[in-house]
């Protein structure tokens, strides 16, 4: 019983083998592929601009010393990771990286976001990768953010043209209470700008992001408490329309957005029988329109292991 860390409490599964209908679990998996793919810790998720149904995840900090970007085929089920991609700085496996969030750079590469953690010299930054994963660009965070750092800094990142889009997870020294950022960062100017976003109320755990993707006219953002199994209130899916996505200058006031509720997660994440999932930290939509969402098994580190790897349909 983990219940007063935070966990799970005590519970019992059962299974029952059926050899006509098709399995409940896993939901995602990298069996097939040779040599064999591990795998853990899924963060975030983008789809690829021109194939339905294939994916790029990332891995977190619990894989410190081996960043990857998996290719994952949503169009079999269970959904399969085909290939890994080692995120690299200067021909070796790339250190201090927290990758949280992954966007496509529109020229077969990718831009991520790492969480950044100052006491473990691990940065707040983006970085750009080309498309053999190499790093070809750090850009840290400016000293106005900085100045009121936490260690629940970037989770998501999302293109919309030459703007990057950041999801910061919670309040930073300089938010109003029930606030977190939104950066943006102009790739072509290269500069720094914000929103506000209103989070939901806090329960008996924390509130946060943990997801932002941009499709159509909307960015999609996934805010989620930390709370799990019974306990656990918020796991949704929201979204900001663009045209209300207008970055103010770092340094002064900063517009407040207005947030829509697309989907509580809560019955997907129950649907399967077990126990409600922390971290719902993936989330994307597919060139056909697809939605799918991922959560993050913490590299089993407290965790019972299992990977949910949801398929929402159309939204």
């Known amino acids: 019983d983990l219940g007063e860390d935070g966990l799970a409490r005590s519970h019992v599964m059962i299974y029952r083998i059926d050899d006509v209908a098709?399995?409940?679990?896993?939901?995602?998996?990298?069996?097939?592929?040779?040599?064999?793919?591990?795998?853990?810790a899924l963060s975030g998720l983008v789809a690829?601009?021109?194939?339905?149904?294939?994916?790029?995840?990332?891995?977190?900090?619990?894989?410190?010393?081996m960043p990857t970007i998996y290719t994952v085929d949503a169009t079999q089920a269970p959904a399969r990771i085909t290939a890994a991609?080692?995120?690299?700085?200067?021909?070796?496996?790339?250190?201090?990286?927290?990758?949280?969030?992954?966007?496509?750079?529109?020229?077969?590469g990718f831009w991520l976001a790492s969480e950044g953690r100052s006491d473990r010299l691990i940065p707040h930054a983006l970085f750009h990768v080309?498309?053999?994963?190499?790093i070809t660009q750090e850009i840290p965070f400016p000293p106005e953010i900085l100045s009121g750092e936490t260690r629940f800094g970037a989770e998501g990142v999302a293109r919309n043209g030459t703007t990057l889009w950041i999801a910061i997870q919670r309040e930073w020294g300089d938010d109003a209470k029930g606030e977190v950022k939104l950066l943006a960062y102009d790739t072509e100017a290269e500069t720094w700008g914000a929103v506000r976003y209103p989070l939901e109320r806090k329960g008996a755990g924390?509130?946060?992001?943990s997801e932002i993707t941009i499709a159509g006219a909307h960015a999609y953002?996934?805010?989620?408490?930390n709370l799990i199994g019974e306990a656990a209130v918020v796991k949704r899916l929201y979204r900001v329309a663009l045209g209300d996505l207008a970055p103010a200058p770092l340094g002064g006031p900063l517009p407040l957005v207005t947030k829509e509720l697309v989907r509580d997660l809560l019955p997907d994440?129950?649907?399967p029988g077990g126990y409600i999932a922390d971290k719902v930290e993936g989330f994307t939509i597919d060139a056909a329109g697809d939605a799918y969402a991922v959560t993050d098994n913490d590299g089993v580190d407290d965790s019972s292991g299992e990977t949910h790897f949801l398929r929402l349909g159309k939204l």
């Open 269 to 271: 994440l129950a649907a």
């Open 22 to 40: 098709a399995p409940a679990y896993p939901t995602i998996t990298s069996q097939g592929s040779d040599p064999l793919i591990g795998w853990g």
């Open 130 to 134: 080309n498309a053999k994963g190499a």
């Open 85 to 108: 991609l080692p995120v690299t700085r200067q021909g070796a496996p790339a250190q201090k990286l927290d990758i949280e969030g992954i966007a496509l750079d529109g020229e077969g």
């Open 221 to 225: 953002i996934i805010e989620r408490d």
């Open 48 to 65: 690829d601009a021109g194939a339905p149904g294939t994916l790029y995840a990332v891995s977190d900090s619990v894989y410190a010393m």
């Open 206 to 209: 924390w509130m946060g992001l």
